[in-house]
């Protein structure tokens, strides 16, 4: 058995012809054996391919020798080829979906006009010198910050990155125009967009984190200004730094919606055909069918009828 490996990486670099970036990249996963999802745009590439370890080290020599990706920054996690459904490459308006494809523009060094790049160090350096002034602004998805985020964050009331735009033009967040915003989402790539889009509005002094929360949890783990899990967008779900849930400096930020008890584990509600909502239940209520649903009265409807027809021997299989 060969050692399985997972590569994330993005680079914002202008790509004239996508569809020919996307086809070479679709061949060269292929060839290789690589499963994955890449989205290839004007502005760039984003992707998480898993493999064979030799395949993947192949992935990223032959991508580097694109000129406009020489310099893009891959980061090796564990996994294999199986993490994922299949190969998709894809060409769309935006490598990440703000909806905000003419706003953005992007030159041989990135986003033009984004955020303060900071290393993990400067975070807390920047936090150190202007303490309660800053201002952590969670660049992901509301339902993630359920189980994670940066002390004292503000949370936008998102459900999808194209929610962004309408939340930070609404006038809720003016209070910290004039103050320093640390933006922050999962590797960082949100936040390059999110953070030009937020100076474009009058946010005057915007920060974003090198690396994203993953970075800044590699190296302050459960010791530094995040609390909680990290959201993961694979099987696992969720991700706990340090020592994890064991650390004594972990902090349980996500509940069951059922019965409250401490958990990090979403799970998708019974009532598929109306209801797409991820949330947090325990392993205790998720073993039982009448409480697989995300707490809404017609979910609750649909999770006891399914458990009124399951017999008592298949509960553990739902
Ligand atoms: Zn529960
Ligand atoms: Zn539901």
């Known amino acids: 058995m060969s050692i399985g490996k997972i590569l994330l990486y993005y680079?914002?670099?202008?790509?004239?012809?996508?569809?020919?970036?996307?086809?070479?990249?679709?061949?060269?996963?292929?060839?290789?054996?690589?499963?994955?999802?890449?989205?290839?745009?004007?502005?760039?590439?984003?992707?998480?391919?898993?493999?064979?370890?030799?395949?993947?080290?192949?992935?990223?020599?032959?991508?580097?020798?694109?000129?406009?990706?020489?310099?893009m920054e891959f980061k090796w996690s564990e996994g294999s080829a199986a993490d994922f459904p299949r190969l998709s490459v894809k060409v769309r308006e935006e490598i990440v979906a703000f909806g905000s494809p003419k706003e953005i523009k992007v030159d041989a060094e990135g986003i033009v006009g984004g955020g303060v790049h900071l290393k993990p160090e400067q975070v807390n350096?920047?936090?150190?010198?202007?303490?309660?002034?800053?201002?952590?602004?969670?660049?992901?998805?509301?339902?993630?910050?359920?189980?994670?985020?940066?002390?004292?964050?503000?949370?936008?009331?998102?459900?999808?990155?194209?929610?962004?735009?309408?939340?930070?033009?609404?006038?809720?967040?003016?209070?910290?125009?004039?103050?320093?915003?640390?933006?922050?989402?999962?590797?960082?790539?949100?936040?390059?967009?999110?953070?030009?889009?937020?100076?474009?509005?009058?946010?005057?002094?915007?920060?974003?984190?090198?690396?994203?929360?993953?970075?800044?949890?590699?190296?302050?783990?459960?010791?530094?200004?995040?609390?909680?899990?990290?959201?993961?967008?694979?099987?696992?779900?969720?991700?706990?730094?340090g020592q994890g849930v064991q650390d004594p400096g972990f902090i349980q930020l996500g509940h069951c919606v059922h019965c409250g008890v401490g958990t990090n584990s979403f799970h998708n509600c019974i009532n598929e055909d109306t209801c797409r909502r991820q949330v947090l239940i325990c392993a205790d209520c998720a073993s039982h069918v009448k409480t697989q649903h995300c707490g809404r009265v017609d979910c609750a409807e649909v999770a006891a009828a399914a458990a009124a027809e399951t017999v008592p021997e298949s509960r553990g299989l739902a």
């Open 11 to 71: 680079c914002f670099t202008p790509l004239k012809d996508p569809e020919a970036v996307m086809l070479w990249q679709r061949t060269l996963c292929e060839s290789l054996g690589l499963n994955g999802r890449i989205l290839i745009s004007s502005h760039g590439i984003n992707g998480t391919v898993g493999g064979d370890m030799e395949a993947c080290k192949r992935y990223v020599r032959a991508t580097r020798e694109y000129p406009g990706f020489k310099k």
């Open 125 to 241: 350096e920047l936090v150190a010198e202007r303490g309660d002034e800053v201002v952590f602004f969670d660049g992901r998805n509301a339902m993630e910050a359920e189980i994670g985020k940066f002390k004292n964050a503000v949370v936008p009331d998102v459900r999808t990155t194209h929610d962004f735009i309408a939340e930070i033009e609404s006038g809720k967040y003016d209070w910290m125009k004039d103050k320093p915003v640390v933006s922050y989402c999962t590797g960082g790539i949100r936040c390059e967009i999110l953070s030009a889009l937020m100076k474009n509005r009058g946010f005057s002094e915007v920060y974003q984190i090198d690396g994203g929360i993953v970075r800044y949890g590699e190296k302050y783990g459960n010791e530094g200004l995040w609390e909680g899990s990290l959201y993961v967008f694979d099987k696992r779900m969720h991700h706990e730094f």
